[in-house]
């Protein structure tokens, strides 16, 4: 199973922040299966930001609930993370997972005007 995180690698603070994670070697849609976003700000430890099972079903952070949707994709095997109204705060290695067990590499995002 290969991970690769893709997107933008700098935004602008009050903008939305998008990336999508393209899986190979497995389906998004075996049951039973979730994918999750992770993050690492600089200096920090993980963050769980959310999971979406093979179904469709979203869970998220509560304390990133407001900002955060995650989406999939099944005609390209893919899964996106749309964060709203970042803030330098949100600067991060970002990385997509098949339930922690298989990681992307990561993309490092940095929010700043």
């Known amino acids: 199973v290969q991970l690769q995180e893709s997107g933008p690698g700098l935004v602008k603070p009050s903008q939305t922040l998008s990336l999508t994670c393209t899986i190979s070697?497995?389906?998004?849609?075996?049951?039973?299966?979730?994918w999750t976003w992770i993050r690492q700000p600089p200096g920090k430890g993980l963050e769980w930001m959310g999971a979406?099972?093979?179904?469709?079903?979203?869970y998220y952070s509560p304390s990133l609930k407001s900002r955060t949707s995650i989406s999939r994709d099944t005609s390209t095997n893919q899964f996106t993370l749309q964060l709203t109204s970042v803030t330098p705060e949100d600067t991060a290695v970002y990385y997509c997972?098949?339930?922690?067990?298989?990681w992307g590499q990561g993309t490092q995002v940095t929010v700043s005007s």
């Open positions: 979406i099972t093979y179904s469709g079903t979203a």
């Open positions: 997972t098949k339930e922690r067990r298989y």
């Open positions: 070697g497995a389906s998004i849609t075996t049951n039973p299966t979730y």
